[in-house]
Each structure stands twice: as structure tokens, then as C-alpha cells.
């Protein structure tokens, strides 16, 4: 399909001002109208149940503002100026406390009109071109699309948007709202001592970040060292996860071995026990004063009890060995679902030119295998950077080491934040560091598949 | 005749005008308790409405045990309960959100009631900010009586040395900021409160003998650490003796039998003199929420459920150590092993108020690194460590 | 005749190699002893066989040497019966083998033979040689019998991946209570657990909390899957301006730590009046699971365009494209999303505490069965604990068993030539 700078009304495309400065140009009447009244200009040219829908969106959106959002937005600058007021009732014999500003409500509810405003916008501008091209349409003497012709579209030619329309509404109503919201969070100082509703927090600008990286030093070298660990968390188990789990569903994928369906239940019945369930019993088993330990005691293997969770280099070995037992079933299937599904007459054509298994491996399964994982690969990458339940049930990021501000050396980022978030309620703090793990992790993980065979040679493998 | 229909008139609209005062809406009110607490709540709730047939209150209950109190309510002050429990170690980060509504009806009849560390943990500057509720969640020592006799219990190493000799344990849980700084407390070190940060000198000269102190004690063949579940679970078969609270006094009646026997905190040998080890007092309180919209009766049904009869009540359904001081008194609470321990050691116990958030992970720290015996540094670092993270703003 | 050929030659020797080694390990040093003087010598196998009887259990594994031993001198005419018998006899060696390693400090302690307690590292290189002949002559013989030697490393690796379950069975069924037992096999067994998770509800409400979970799984496996596949076949299939730009999006947005934004999600919630409602639960999880999209995009990436471009030809719209042609062939990736979503209200005890706050009624069965292992419940609740997650796992396990056939099935190319 080619790219196409100008629409077929001939307004240009590139440029939002220019298109809207065309169109303002071209128009007639009743469209310069639909400029301050979204859908006249449909109407005017007989498209009047969809002019109609143009024009309640826009009363819908004022009504909202008025009603509800203009409370909050007018105070976003300040985040709220009157703090909950405390007044001594004489005949009560007490202090009647009345509400003030919230500044967690007046953030999120701005940030929500925010994002409603530029949708809103969004929907302006359609309405714009779609009276627009009515216009040009009824002047050049074509027929216009009626509101049935118009629902067909919908499911050939603009297909994507049906099917795009439901499932990004509701990522942006529970991911990217929130996600804004607390990055902004980050240039506050919402922390244990500003809490509402009896306190206000206000904009900071970059003083967390400051904190961060000079002014705390404790605070940083902490950032610095669980972000290592992170790394090295994540590489270590996606790694090791990936590749083992590829080898066991090749294991059974083999062609002699019988009972396929057997060994693949006994891995998949570890899945089918709830991750929090399993990782519990892990914590228990390898106590201290566990059955592991006493088992192993018992059978003479040691003296003293291992300390699996509370010594630091062996909690680390223990939640790697942890983790490989939780994940493995997993990549095991993922790989075995796409082991099927590799044709099998490249491996004939293969080996009838005299390959043998290992070239055939190497040449065939293992390129096939990377193209289609490497999403999950980074899937799975940064859902072990974010990897909260093996840590935090585990080990609880211990053990906690003197020298770290509030973590543990088997913390990753994701669990320290949990900690400063509940336990001490420094929410801007969490926030800022928060914003580091998203920056990191998005950023390889758009370097990595955009750059990777996966997205070049998409139309290849088709 | 006129007249008298006028009259009558007016009468009646006076009437029609008050009647809905009369029947007034109930008043809800939201109390959250933890889960063991709820079945007794109910009855003391209900107990309430029949002493106040006037004035009732209707009452949906939550909930959220008494740890978790503080972080429920920040989360949403606006759903939180309008009467709740908490330890009275939130009462500082409570008051600083507004979240606690003064008491101010009956409050000298309170101060006076209940015993006199009670209320000081339940006041901040010059306000009462909660009903005293229970005074047993500091701790002390459990043991067996078999393994670890009255004069060894008083010494911290005539103790390891007894259970040493039978094969057991002694344990304390020093990766755990309230408990170890009974060392700390003990030998003099002090935690405060300056321009809102947090003070503490545990890292000076004392300090760190103290530090060398619980490096032993962590070192020696005898000692274990664990939780509660490790407690309740090997009493008798591996530990000798616990430093724990009245919580567990039940799990540990039941394995102990007639060995059962708890007493306060024993001396630790510093340098050449034995001092007695301090400990951390621990209050339950009933706290109202600021944001009620029945300050009144909220007010009046948080006294009810703290006042001397339920405080009874709440010993002989929970185990739970009174506040109330006619309570304390009694035989029953006399009798009760656990509890007596703890009174004996709230002598030298310290009152919370002065610790703030920063101690607690910094202080597991330290004692984690002791009981992994990670000596790769000295003493004196890791305690600076320590206190620079204590103190950090 | 036609049996003998069936047989890989080149692996007899070696294994005929290896069942006449097994035997002669016996004669090497198995066991260290210190003797009263502080005399440390070795006890060789045939001594601890002949003279000291109860310290190892050596018997089955001298019989499995022995049967080894004779089997490998038939191997000069070899028989497919022949080493069948030998992979039993190397097996049942290697089992003995790890049978003895497990039981020679208790058996050695009580025997009373030996002065001081036994450990593990008093056992001598010869144990070990046996060992490792016996493993490498199981493997010989699976390989004579052309069969994959890769049987060995996968029975190991279900035993272990099994043992943690095992124990959390045996756990649920176990009368005493507590969390930390020094013992694995329980003293006492009972049913009990299993009634009073399912009859007390005053303190956890299970019956209810399984129910709620079931009903806001069933209906987020619904919605998530179809949502998923609908995202992910717009994004392999059809190309439109912005189709890069929101991959991209698409990929970070889920980056950021999840739990964090709960804060805001849960006045949003409240805001629209849904907080703390089932309703509530669903929409969540809903809209976390649509981010997992790129699995799917991935499969549907590999199932060819002429599918496609044959319908058009024949006049399909691509709506119809989608649920007419796509949809069918792409079993494993329906039923691999559909399975996920269906899991994910069942394990998640994050969410839902922030969500249903103090709302004791509506909570899931993760969260109740989290608040079991709480400080003041751990002792008394544990064997519930397990008896709960004995009950969630198993509607998920039958259900995985179910679906393994259609697991099986891949995408098959037979839809156009080429």
C-alpha cells in the first residue's frame, strides 16, 4: 500500500494546523460551522444520523468538563491549595474536620480529563474531515455514503478499527492512565509525610531525581547495585528457562519416545498449581529449620543446616534454581506448540540433501524457533526484570544488608519499589525509580524487536 | 371554634415537621477488626445496642487486621472504617495524615482508666487520639521449665549454656528491629525525634560493645532465630527458650504442658557488668476516623468497645492483655503467666513514639548480618551503616 | 534372525563392557572407616556384602550386579530379550544404588558398627563407579535397543518437578498442624482438612472465595481471548498508518511495575462506582492480559498469507477472513491464551487486596489462601493451606489434560499447495 500524503478530498495529510487550515479554507458555510458545532456540515449534506452522533459526542464532553472535571483541573497547578480544615464545635465538644483539596484525586482526575480532552480532539478532527469530505463529495456529484455503507467499511477496509477499538480503550483506561499518572507522580513529593487527606503534596520538578543521583548517596548506590542484580537476574533466568525449556519439549518431542502426552501433564501440572502456592511451599521446604534441611541432615549429606534464603550468594543460586523449576514447564510448552508447527518438509527436503540432525537443528529448528520466540523472549525478559512474585515470596528481597537503603541483596527494582511503597509509603520516590525500570526495559525492548530479524522479515515467513 | 381549628392546624404541621426528626436515620458506622475479632465484636457491638436502645447504631463490619490498619486507611481514607484497630506504633504516621479524630468526650474518665503507658502511646502533643484497647504487645521470655532453671533464666548466658548442655536452642529473632534493640535500649542507647528526623546513637562506644555483644550471642552453638510459626512449631523438641509475646502464649502452653513458665528478659553480659535487657512497649489502640460522619456515636461505641467490661471480655475470649488498670488487677489477669511476665519487664520497656519509619529495616539489617555470621566487616561500620540509614531524611 | 538386526551393534561391546565392570566395583573401597585407635581404613563392597550385613543395604544391589554380570556374557549372541533384561537389571542396580545412598546413615548409625555418625562423604569411590556404570550401561542398553537414552533425564526431571507436589498432597492430608516440621512423611493422616476448609466459613470464607474466583475466570478467559486474538490478527494481518506506532506502544506500555499504578486504578474504579465489585476484577484483568498479544501476533505471523489471499479471491470480506479461516486453524494459540487468562484470577493475590480492600465477601481464593499463611494463622492453617491449593490446582490440571490433545494438533499447511 502506498503511502498516500494526500487524502482523496486533497487536503494534505502530513501536518495536523495544515490540514485543518485547508480544510477551513476550502469550506463552505456549514462546514466552517462544524468547526465550533461538530456534525452541521454532515447534516447539511444529508448525512444527518451521523452529523447527529457528531453533536452529542460534543455536548456529552462539555457536560463532562462542567460537571465533573473542572473541579480538578483548576487545580493542577498547585495540586490543591486548601488543606483540610479543622474547626473546634463548642455545642458538639469536638473538632469537625472538613475536607480540603486531595491531591492524589485532583492528579489522577486531571490527568484523566487530559487524556479525554485529546481523544476529544481526536474525534473533532474526523468529524472535520468527514463534513469535509461530504462536501467535496456532494460538489464533485457523488453519491455520499450513507450510515449503512458507512458500518460496512467497518468490517473490510477499516477492520482494524473494529477490532482495535475495544481492547485499547481499556488499556488506556487501566494501563497508560495509570502509567501517567505516575510517572507525573515522580516530580511531586507524595511521600509518608505528605499523606492525604490531611496533607497536600505539591510539584517538585526534578528534586527526586537530584536525591537520586547525588544528593542521597546511600540512595544511589543502592539504585545502582539492585539495578545490577536486576540485569543479571533477568539475563540469567530467561536464559536459562529458554533454553532448557527448549530442550526438554524437543526431549519429547522426539520421535521415539511414546507417551508424549504423559511427560508433557507431569511438567504442566507444576503450572496448573497457582504460582504463590508452589512458591510458599519453595520458602518452606528450603527454611532453615525446613523438611529439605532436615531431610538432608538426616540422610548425612550435611552437618548444619544450608542456609538456602538467608546467605547471600546461596539465596541468589536458590532463586535462580527456584525460578528454573516455575519456568521451565512454561517455555516448554511455548516451544513445543511451535516445534509442531515448523513444516515438516523442510526437514525432508533437508535431510534428503544428506543433512545431518545437528546441521538440521542448527540450519532449520533453531532459526525458526528465534524468529517466532524473540517476542517472547523479550516478553519474557522484562517480565523477569518485573519479576515480583519468585523474589518476593521467596526471599522477600533479602537478605537485608546494612549498606542498601531499605533493600536486600536478591531485590530486584520491582520488589524494592513494593517495599517503599507500602511499608514507607514514599510514593515519589518509588516513582522515580519506577520511571528508570519502564526507560530501561522500554527502551531495549524497542531496540531489540524492532532491529531483529522478527520485524524485517515478517513478510518473509509469510 | 375557629380558633381552636387554627390551632389545631398548626399543631399538626408542628408535628409532621418533627416526626422525622424523631425517626431519625440510623447511624452506620464501619468497624474493622482482624479476622479472630470478629465474632466477638458482633456480640460486644450488639451488647451496645441493647444498652443503648435510644440511640442504636447499625454497624457493617470489615475486615483488616490490626497491622495492616494504617496502610488500609491511606489507601482510601474516604472507604475506611469510622472506628479501627491499630498498634501503636502507626499512631505518629496516622496523626500526621489526619486521619484520627480527637477524643474529647470523657476524656479524663479514659486517662484515668487505663494504665498510664496506655495512654501515653495514645496521645500525640496535647490530644488523646485513641482508646487504649490492649497493653500486651511488648515482649518477654518463654521457657522450659525442664531444660532452664529460675537462676539460669536470669542471664542471658546461664540460659545458652543450660540448653547448650540439653541439646536445645535458644531463640530470638535478631534480624527483626524490635527485638534487637532491646540490646541497644537496654544498655542505654537512645532513639528520638529531632526537626523530624529521626536521632540514634547506637553506633557509639557503648553501642558498639553492645554490637559485640549480640555478635556473640549470635555466634554461640545455642542460638536460633526464626518467626512465630518456627516458635509455636519446635517449643519443647529444639527451643528451650523464646523471646516472643503474649500472642503465642497459647500455642506455647500447649507444647510446653507443665513446663510452661515465662518471665521477663534476662541480663547480657556487657564488658564486665550484666545489664538487663530493655524491650519495646506495645499498645493496642482504638482509633476514630477523622473523616467520620458520626463523630458523636463513633466516639461513644469506641469507648464501649475499650471500657472495662469488654477489656475483661477481650482477655477471656482472646488472651489479650488489658489496658484497663481495674482490669489488670484482677486475679485472672494475675494468674495469667504470660501477662505477669510482660508487666515484669514493662519496667524496663520503652515507649515507641520516638521511632520512626527509617529504623525498622536498617535495624533487620544489622541483625540479619549477625545472624548470617557475615563478619566481613567490623562491628563499628556496620552499625555506622546502620545509623546512616536510620537517620537518613 | 530378523531380531538381531533390529539391534545397534556398535554399542554391544560397551555394554557388555559395562555389565561385566559392575560386579568388579565391589572389590574397590566403598566405605571409610575410623577405627577405635583412630585407624582409618576402607571397607571394600564384598566385605560390607559378607561381613558386615547391616551397615548398607547391599543386597539387591549385588543381585542386580550379579544379574548384569551373567546377562552380558549371552551377548555373544545377542537377543532383543537379552537386553531388555539388561536394561531392567542396570535399572534396578542404579535404583539400589540411590536406594542405599539414601538409607546408609540411618542403617549405618543404628548398626551401632561404626564410631562416630556417618555422612555422606564416607561413602568411597567405589559406590560411585557403581553408580556411574550402572547409568552409563542403562544408557548403552537403551541405545542397543534403539530406543531414545533421553527416557533416563526425563524420568529424573519428573521426579524432581513432581516432588514438591507430592509433598504439598501428603501435606493436606496431614493431621497435625503447624508449618515448619522437621519431618516429611506426616505422623497422622486425615481427611479433615479438606471438610473444615469447605464447612467452617465463619473465619475464611472458602466456598464462596472458590466461587468467585471461578465465575471471574470463565468470563476474563472469555473476554481476554477474544480480545487478544482480535488485537494480535490486526497486527499481523492488516497493515494501516499506524499499525508500527502502536506495536510499538503497545510493547512498552505494559513496562511500566505493575502494581504501582494499582493506586490510580483503583480510584478510576471507584470514580465509575465499581470498586470493590467482581465487575471490577474482570475489567482489570482483562485489560492486563490484552498486553500479551505479541505471543499470539507471533503465531498468527506464521500461518501463510494464501490462506488468506484465496478467500479473497473468492470474495470474503476480512471479517469474515478472520472468523471463518484464521480463527479454526489457530487451536494452540486459542487455546494457550484462553488458558492463561483463565489462570491468571486464580494466582493473582496483588490485585485483588488492593481492589476489594476490607471487602472480606468478594475476595478471591489467591488472597484467602495468602491470609492463611499470615503470621497469626500460619500454625493452625497450614494443612488447610495446602488442602485449599490442592483444590485450585486441581480444576486447572483436569483442564490442562483435557486440552492436551488439542495442543498436539498444529497448523496444518494443507489448505493450499506450495
Redesign the interface.
Known amino acids: 500500500m502506498v503511502q498516500q500524503t494526500i487524502t482523496r478530498t486533497g487536503a494534505p495529510k502530513r501536518g495536523f494546523f495544515r490540514e485543518l487550515a485547508h480544510i477551513y479554507r476550502h469550506g463552505d458555510g456549514a462546514t466552517k460551522l462544524s468547526f465550533l458545532l461538530m456534525g452541521v456540515g454532515c447534516i447539511r449534506r444529508g448525512q444527518i444520523l451521523k452529523g447527529l452522533m457528531y453533536l452529542a459526542c460534543q455536548v456529552l464532553f462539555i457536560w463532562y468538563i462542567i460537571e465533573f472535571a473542572w473541579q480538578y483541573l483548576s487545580k493542577l497547578n498547585t495540586l490543591g491549595t486548601t488543606g483540610m480544615q479543622r474547626v473546634w464545635s463548642e455545642e458538639r465538644q469536638l473538632f469537625v474536620r472538613t475536607p480540603g483539596d486531595n491531591s492524589l484525586l485532583i492528579l489522577l482526575f486531571s490527568v484523566m480529563s487530559l487524556l479525554l480532552l485529546a481523544a476529544f480532539i481526536g474525534l473533532w478532527r474526523a468529524s472535520l474531515r468527514s463534513c469535509y469530505k461530504a462536501q467535496v463529495l456532494s460538489q464533485q456529484g457523488k453519491k455520499l455514503p450513507t450510515f449503512a455503507e458507512d458500518l460496512r467499511t467497518l468490517g473490510n477496509e477499516r477492520f482494524h478499527m473494529t477490532l482495535l477499538t475495544m481492547p485499547s480503550l481499556m488499556v488506556i483506561a487501566f494501563t497508560v492512565l495509570p502509567t501517567v499518572f505516575m510517572v507525573l507522580l515522580a516530580f511531586t513529593n507524595f511521600d509518608a509525610n505528605h499523606q492525604p487527606p490531611g496533607n497536600m503534596f505539591t510539584w517538585v520538578g526534578l528534586e527526586n531525581f537530584r536525591n537520586l543521583f547525588g544528593a542521597k548517596p546511600m540512595m544511589g548506590n543502592t539504585f545502582a547495585k539492585v539495578l545490577g542484580w536486576t540485569f543479571i537476574w533477568a539475563v540469567i533466568a530467561t536464559f536459562s528457562n529458554y533454553i532448557l525449556g527448549m530442550l526438554v519439549a524437543i526431549f519429547i518431542n522426539n520421535r521415539g519416545i511414546k507417551l508424549k502426552g504423559m511427560w508433557r501433564t507431569i511438567f504442566v501440572i507444576t503450572i496448573a498449581v497457582p504460582q504463590f502456592v508452589s512458591l510458599m511451599l519453595m520458602s518452606q521446604i528450603l527454611h532453615e529449620q525446613g523438611p529439605l534441611n532436615s531431610l538432608l541432615m538426616q540422610l548425612g549429606f550435611v552437618e548444619q543446616p544450608v542456609k538456602f534464603l538467608t546467605d547471600i550468594t546461596s539465596a541468589r543460586i536458590t532463586v535462580l534454581v527456584v525460578n528454573l523449576w516455575v519456568g521451565i514447564p512454561y517455555t516448554m510448552l511455548i516451544t513445543s506448540g511451535i516445534l509442531m508447527n515448523i513444516p515438516k518438509d523442510l526437514y525432508e527436503s533437508a535431510s534428503i540433501d544428506g543433512a545431518s540432525p545437528m546441521r538440521m537443528f542448527f540450519s532449520i529448528t533453531l532459526p525458526y524457533m528465534l524468529f517466532v520466540t524473540t517476542p517472547y523472549l523479550i516478553t519474557a525478559f522484562v517480565g523477569n526484570i518485573n519479576n515480583f512474585n519468585v523474589i518476593f515470596l521467596l526471599t522477600r528481597g533479602g537478605p537485608l544488608v546494612t549498606e542498601y537503603y531499605q533493600a536486600g541483596k536478591t531485590d530486584l527494582l520491582v520488589t524494592w519499589l513494593y517495599r517503599l511503597t507500602v511499608d514507607r509509603q514514599d510514593y515519589s520516590l518509588a516513582s522515580t525509580i519506577g520511571i528508570f525500570v519502564f526507560l530501561i526495559s522500554a527502551g531495549l525492548s524497542l531496540i531489540v524487536f524492532n532491529l531483529s530479524g522478527s520485524s524485517r522479515r515478517e513478510e518473509e515467513f509469510q | 371554634m375557629k380558633r381552636f381549628l387554627s390551632l389545631a392546624l398548626v399543631m399538626v404541621l408542628a408535628l409532621s415537621a418533627a416526626l422525622p426528626a424523631l425517626a431519625a436515620d440510623p447511624v452506620k458506622l464501619k468497624v474493622?477488626g482482624?479476622?479472630?475479632d470478629?465474632?466477638m465484636l458482633k456480640e460486644m457491638v450488639a451488647a451496645y445496642n441493647e444498652a443503648n436502645k435510644d440511640n442504636p447504631v447499625e454497624v457493617e463490619f470489615?475486615?483488616?487486621?490490626e497491622p495492616d490498619a494504617r496502610?488500609?486507611y491511606?489507601?482510601?481514607?474516604?472507604?475506611a472504617?469510622d472506628i479501627f484497630a491499630f498498634p501503636n506504633d502507626q499512631i505518629l504516621?496516622l496523626v500526621?495524615?489526619?486521619?484520627l479524630?480527637?477524643i474529647?468526650?470523657n476524656r479524663e474518665a479514659i486517662e484515668a482508666a487505663n494504665v498510664p503507658g496506655s495512654v501515653e502511646a495514645a496521645t500525640v502533643g496535647e490530644f488523646l487520639y485513641a482508646y487504649p484497647m490492649t497493653a500486651d504487645n511488648g515482649y518477654f521470655l518463654f521457657y522450659d521449665k525442664s531444660v532452664i532453671n529460675d537462676e539460669q533464666v536470669q542471664t542471658l548466658d546461664g540460659m545458652l549454656a543450660a540448653a547448650d548442655a540439653a541439646g536445645k536452642k535458644v531463640l530470638m529473632d535478631v534480624?527483626d528491629g524490635w527485638y534487637i534493640a532491646s540490646f541497644f535500649l537496654g544498655a542505654g542507647g537512645t532513639l528520638g525525634i529531632q526537626d523530624?528526623v529521626q536521632t540514634c546513637d547506637f553506633n557509639n562506644e557503648r553501642g558498639v560493645q553492645v554490637g559485640e555483644a549480640i555478635k556473640a550471642f549470635t555466634a554461640h552453638n545455642a542460638f536460633m532465630t526464626?518467626?512465630?510459626?518456627?516458635i509455636?512449631?519446635?517449643m519443647g523438641d529444639?527451643i528451650a527458650a523464646a523471646v516472643t509475646g503474649a500472642?503465642n502464649a497459647i500455642?506455647i502452653q500447649e507444647k510446653l504442658g507443665e513446663n510452661y513458665a515465662a518471665t521477663k528478659l534476662p541480663t547480657f553480659t556487657l564488658g564486665d557488668e550484666q545489664v538487663q535487657m530493655g524491650s519495646f512497649g506495645g499498645y493496642k489502640l482504638m482509633g476514630v476516623n477523622?473523616?467520620t460522619q458520626y463523630?458523636?456515636a463513633a466516639?461513644a461505641l469506641g469507648e464501649w468497645l475499650t471500657n472495662e467490661a469488654n477489656q475483661l471480655k477481650r482477655f477471656e475470649v482472646r488472651q489479650l492483655g488489658p489496658s484497663n488498670i481495674k482490669v489488670g488487677e484482677s486475679d485472672a489477669v494475675k494468674a495469667n503467666v504470660a501477662l505477669s511476665a510482660l508487666a515484669a519487664q514493662s519496667q524496663y520497656a520503652t515507649s515507641q513514639k520516638e521511632v520512626l519509619?527509617?529504623y525498622?529495616?536498617?535495624a533487620?539489617?544489622?541483625g540479619?548480618?549477625m545472624?548470617?555470621k557475615?563478619y566481613s566487616k567490623d562491628i563499628k561500620t556496620?552499625l555506622d551503616?546502620?545509623v546512616?540509614?536510620i537517620t537518613?531524611p | 534372525m530378523k531380531k538381531r538386526t533390529h539391534l545397534l551393534t556398535h554399542t554391544l561391546i560397551p555394554l557388555a563392557l559395562a555389565g561385566v565392570l559392575l560386579p568388579i566395583t565391589l572389590l574397590l573401597p566403598w566405605l571409610r572407616v575410623v577405627g577405635e585407635e583412630g585407624f582409618v581404613f576402607a571397607r571394600t563392597g564384598i566385605n560390607l556384602l559378607l561381613f558386615d550385613r547391616g551397615i548398607l543395604r547391599m543386597l539387591p544391589l549385588a543381585i542386580g550386579a550379579g544379574v548384569a554380570l551373567v546377562l552380558s556374557l549371552t551377548l555373544a549372541r545377542p537377543t532383543r530379550m537379552a537386553v531388555r533384561l539388561l536394561v531392567v537389571a542396570f535399572a534396578a542396580s542404579l535404583m539400589s544404588g540411590i536406594y542405599l545412598l539414601l538409607s546408609a546413615k540411618p542403617t549405618a548409625d543404628a548398626s551401632g558398627l561404626l564410631p562416630a555418625p556417618m555422612m555422606v562423604r564416607d561413602l568411597q569411590f567405589g559406590f560411585w563407579l557403581f553408580l556411574v556404570i550402572a547409568l552409563a550401561g542403562l544408557a548403552l542398553a537403551l541405545m542397543t535397543l534403539r530406543q531414545p537414552t533421553t527416557y533416563i533425564i526425563l524420568t529424573a526431571m519428573a521426579a524432581i518437578w513432581l516432588l514438591p507436589i507430592f509433598w504439598l498432597l501428603i501435606t493436606s492430608f496431614r493431621a497435625e498442624s503447624g508449618a515448619y516440621t522437621t519431618y516429611i512423611i506426616p505422623k497422622g493422616w486425615t481427611a479433615d482438612n479438606y471438610v473444615r476448609l469447605w464447612t467452617e466459613t465463619e473465619q475464611f470464607n472458602f466456598p464462596r472465595w472458590y466461587l468467585n474466583t471461578l465465575v471471574v475466570a470463565i468470563i476474563t478467559c472469555i473476554l481476554t481471548t477474544t480480545l487478544v486474538l482480535m488485537v494480535s490478527y490486526a497486527f499481523s494481518r492488516l497493515r494501516f498508518p499506524s499499525r508500527r506506532l502502536f506495536m510499538n506502544l503497545g510493547l512498552i506500555v505494559a513496562m511500566f511495575p505493575g502494581f504501582m499504578s494499582m493506586i490510580a486504578v483503583y480510584h478510576i474504579l471507584k470514580a465509575v462506582g465499581l470498586a470493590k465489585s467482581l465487575v471490577s476484577l474482570i475489567l482489570v484483568y482483562t485489560g492486563g492480559g490484552v498486553l500479551g498479544y505479541t505471543i499470539a501476533k507471533g503465531f498468527f505471523d506464521t500461518i501463510p498469507r494464501s490462506l488468506d489471499e484465496a478467500a479473497t479471491i473468492d470474495g470474503a470480506t476480512r471479517n469474515t477472513i478472520f472468523w471463518k479461516i484464521i480463527l479454526p486453524s489457530s487451536k494452540p494459540i486459542v487455546v494457550y491464551s484462553a488458558i492463561t487468562s483463565f489462570i491468571a484470577p486464580w494466582v493473582d493475590f496483588v490485585f485483588v487486596s488492593v481492589i476489594m480492600k476490607d471487602d472480606y465477601a468478594n475476595y478471591t481464593v489467591a488472597l484467602g489462601l495468602y491470609r492463611m499463611l499470615e503470621r497469626e494463622h500460619i500454625y493452625a492453617y497450614f494443612t488447610r493451606f495446602c488442602a485449599g491449593a490442592v483444590m485450585v490446582a486441581l480444576p486447572i490440571t483436569l483442564l490442562f489434560i483435557k486440552i492436551q490433545k488439542f495442543y498436539v494438533e498444529g497448523v496444518t499447511g494443507g489448505a493450499v499447495k506450495g
Do not use: C, Y
Open positions: 474493622w482482624s479476622q479472630d470478629q465474632e470489615g475486615v483488616v487486621g496502610q488500609r491511606l489507601e482510601d481514607p474516604e472507604a472504617a504516621d500526621k495524615a489526619g486521619a479524630l480527637e474529647t468526650h534480624s523530624g526464626g518467626d512465630n510459626a518456627i509455636t512449631g519446635g529444639t500472642w500455642a477523622a473523616l463523630p458523636e466516639m519509619g527509617n525498622w529495616l536498617h533487620e539489617a544489622f540479619a548480618t545472624e548470617a557475615d556496620l551503616e546502620m546512616a540509614g537518613a
